[in-house]
C-alpha cells in the first residue's frame, strides 16, 4: 500500500458512517493485540477547547523531553495532522505500514460475519498502532464525539481525564439537554484517574462530579487567572494551582480570550501528571506554553487589512468568537467568510455572530457532503442580517472579502473547521499577489 493507496482506502470508509459504541473498536484493538493497553493518556473530551488544551499539554510535556504522542480531529490541511509524535505528524511511510496493519484486521473482522469498523475507529486504531511502536512515553488523546461510546474510550490506563466546557452539541447522538451530554463526556473519566474540569455551568458540573465521586477519581476545577493582559500576538496572565503554585507572568502566543482559560486547564494538567510521574519543571512549562501553536483558532493570517480565522462551528464556539471579536476590535468594520456544516446548529451561531458584521459572505465547504449550501446559508443569515452575499468557491469569497474591505477593516473566516486549511491557502497566496502587484 503506499500513501495514495492509503488515502483511497480512508475516502473508501466514508461509506461505514458514525457508529457509537465501543464493540468493534475492542474487537479491532483485540485483532492488532490492544497496542493501547501499553501506553498512558491524558483524555480530553468537550465541545470546545479540545484541540488547544491538547495543543498545549503536548508542547509543554514535549519540551520537558518526554515522547508526546497526539491525536486531533478534524485536521486543517494535511490528513497525517491527526497523528503526531513531539508535533510532528506520522510519515506517509508510517501511516502505510499501520494501515496495511488495520486493513488486515478489518478485512477479518467483515470474513468473520463482524460489521466493518467505521472511519473514526480506523483511525483511532491506527493512532494506538503508531504511538505503541513508537513507544510513546504518553499520549494526549481527543475524543471524536460524546466521550463514553467515543471509540477512544477503549483506553483504561487514563492518567488525566479532562473536561473542557461542555455545551449542546451532536445532540441526534449525546442527548437533547446539556445535562445528557454532560453524562455522556463525562464517560471518559477511569477508576481512580484524576479529573481537571474546566469553568462549567452547574448542572453539567454536577454531572461530573457525580461521575468523579463513582469512580473514586480526584476532581479539580480550574480557577480564573489574573492579572491578565490580553493582545492578538500574545497574552499574558498568572495563575496559582489547587495546590497552591503561584505562577506569575506567563504568556501565551494563542489569540482570543478563551485561550487563557485553556492555558489554565493545560497547567492543572501538567501539575496532576507531575503526581503520575510525570514531572515538568517551571521553565519547561512557561516554555511550553508560549511555544504553543493551534492553527485555525482565532489566528491572524493577514494585516492590513486584518484577516482571522476561527474554527466556531457550535453555540458555544460562536459565543467565544462574538466575545473576542468585541473585545479586540472594537469600532471596527467586520467582513465574515462563513461556512458551516448542515447538521450543526447553524441558526444560533448566525444569531450570535452576524448582528455584528458590516457584510458577510456565506460558501460551502467544498467535497463534504455535510456542507450546507452557501445560498441556503445566505438565506438563513439574511435574517438576521441583510448585508449576505454567497460565493461560488473560497477563492472567490477571497477576492469579494478584500473588495468589500479597506485597511482598517477586519476579515474574519470560520466556521467548520474542514474548509479552514483551504481558506489559510488561498489567503496566503492572495497576500502574495497582491504583495507583489503592490511592490511593482
Not at 494535511?78 to 506517509?92: A, F, L
Request: glycine share 8%; with cysteine; aromatic share 8%.
Amino acid at each position: 500500500m503506499n500513501y495514495a493507496q492509503a488515502l483511497e482506502y480512508v475516502e473508501s470508509l466514508k461509506n461505514y458512517g458514525i457508529v457509537p459504541g465501543l464493540s468493534n473498536i475492542k474487537e479491532l484493538c483485540g485483532r492488532l493485540s490492544n497496542p493501547q493497553d501499553s501506553l498512558s493518556f491524558v483524555h480530553i473530551a468537550g465541545t470546545n477547547g479540545k484541540g488547544s488544551v491538547l495543543a498545549f499539554v503536548s508542547t509543554v510535556l514535549k519540551t520537558a523531553g518526554y515522547k508526546v504522542g497526539r491525536y486531533v480531529s478534524p485536521v486543517i490541511s494535511d490528513y497525517r495532522e491527526k497523528i503526531q509524535i513531539n508535533n510532528r505528524p506520522i510519515t506517509q511511510k508510517a501511516l502505510c505500514e499501520c494501515m496495511e496493519e488495520v486493513k488486515g484486521a478489518c478485512d477479518g473482522m467483515v470474513e468473520d460475519g463482524l460489521p466493518h469498523p467505521t472511519p473514526f475507529e480506523v483511525e483511532t486504531a491506527l493512532a494506538f498502532l503508531y504511538f505503541k511502536k513508537n513507544n510513546c512515553d504518553i499520549v494526549v488523546l481527543e475524543t471524536g464525539m460524546g466521550g463514553r461510546e467515543d471509540a477512544t474510550n477503549l483506553i483504561t490506563t487514563t492518567k488525566v481525564a479532562v473536561l473542557v466546557p461542555i455545551s449542546m452539541d451532536h445532540m441526534q447522538y449525546l442527548g437533547k439537554t446539556v445535562e445528557e451530554i454532560a453524562w455522556q463526556k463525562a464517560g471518559i473519566i477511569k477508576n481512580g484517574c484524576y479529573v481537571i474540569s474546566a469553568k462549567q455551568e452547574t448542572p453539567v458540573l454536577q454531572v461530573i462530579a457525580k461521575e468523579a465521586k463513582e469512580r473514586v477519581a480526584s476532581l479539580t476545577c480550574v480557577k480564573d487567572a489574573s492579572k491578565i493582559k490580553y493582545g492578538l500576538e500574545k497574552q499574558k496572565f498568572s495563575y496559582e494551582t489547587s495546590s497552591g503554585t503561584k505562577l506569575q507572568d506567563l504568556e501565551i502566543t494563542l489569540a482570543g480570550k478563551h485561550q487563557v482559560e485553556n492555558a489554565a486547564v493545560a497547567i492543572e494538567v501538567v501539575e496532576k501528571l507531575a503526581c503520575c510521574g510525570y514531572t515538568v519543571s517551571e521553565k519547561h512549562l512557561r516554555k511550553g506554553l508560549v511555544e504553543t501553536v493551534w492553527p485555525g483558532r482565532f489566528q491572524v493570517m493577514g494585516k492590513r487589512p486584518l484577516f482571522v480565522m476561527d474554527g466556531a462551528h457550535n453555540e458555544d464556539a460562536a459565543k467565544k468568537l462574538a466575545e473576542s471579536i468585541r473585545f479586540y476590535f472594537t469600532n471596527k468594520r467586520i467582513i465574515y467568510i462563513m461556512g458551516i456544516l448542515k447538521d450543526k446548529e447553524y441558526e444560533k451561531v448566525i444569531q450570535i455572530t452576524a448582528p455584528l458584521a458590516s457584510q458577510i459572505i456565506t460558501v460551502a465547504t467544498p467535497g463534504n457532503p455535510r456542507a450546507l449550501p452557501a445560498v441556503e446559508l445566505a438565506h438563513a443569515v439574511s435574517e438576521v442580517n441583510p448585508h449576505v452575499t454567497s460565493a461560488d468557491s473560497l477563492e472567490e469569497a477571497v477576492e469579494m472579502s478584500y473588495l468589500f474591505a479597506d485597511k482598517e477593516s477586519v476579515i474574519v473566516g470560520f466556521g467548520s473547521l474542514s474548509f479552514l486549511g483551504d481558506l489559510m491557502n488561498i489567503v496566503e497566496n492572495n497576500r502574495t499577489v497582491r504583495s507583489d502587484t503592490h511592490g511593482k
